[in-house]
């Protein structure tokens, strides 16, 4: 049953859903919201391997700049500004 799912299980459960009907677009909300970092990363992991695999075009939004590693491209927004950052690696810290 779902409520017996833990939260990581839950997040592959709504890349599944997300898939299955075999979008050009996966558009994801705060994948990584509510788990722990080596959860996240699995999960963020798992999304940009099957949206590459797939051929598809992903856009995440998140607070958490640990994932932007598994990204090909950064957009900030800042005071309301819309802003492409060169490189990812310009959030590592």
Same mark, same amino acid.
């Not at 050009?24 to 705060?30: M, P």
């Not at 075009?57 to 819309?82: K, P």
């Given at each position: 049953?779902?409520?017996?799912?833990?939260?990581?299980?839950? /997040?592959?459960?709504?890349?599944?859903?997300?898939?299955?009907?075999?979008?050009?677009?996966? #558009?994801?909300?705060?994948?990584?919201?509510?788990?722990?970092?080596?959860?996240?990363? /699995?999960?963020? /992991?798992?999304?940009?391997?099957?949206?590459? /695999?797939?051929?598809?075009?992903?856009?995440?939004?998140?607070?958490?700049?640990?994932?932007?590693?598994?990204?090909?491209?950064? =957009?900030?927004? #800042?005071?309301?500004?819309?802003?492409?950052?060169?490189?990812?690696?310009? =959030?590592?810290?």
């Amino acid at each position: 049953m779902p409520e017996q799912l833990s939260g990581g299980e839950r /997040q592959r459960v709504a890349i599944g859903r997300a898939l299955m009907n075999d979008p050009d677009l996966i #558009l994801v909300d705060e994948p990584t919201a509510a788990l722990d970092t080596k959860l996240g990363r /699995q999960v963020v /992991q798992l999304l940009a391997r099957e949206i590459k /695999q797939r051929g598809k075009t992903g856009i995440m939004v998140t607070h958490d700049l640990r994932m932007v590693e598994y990204t090909d491209r950064v =957009f900030e927004i #800042l005071d309301g500004e819309l802003t492409h950052v060169e490189t990812p690696s310009a =959030f590592s810290h």
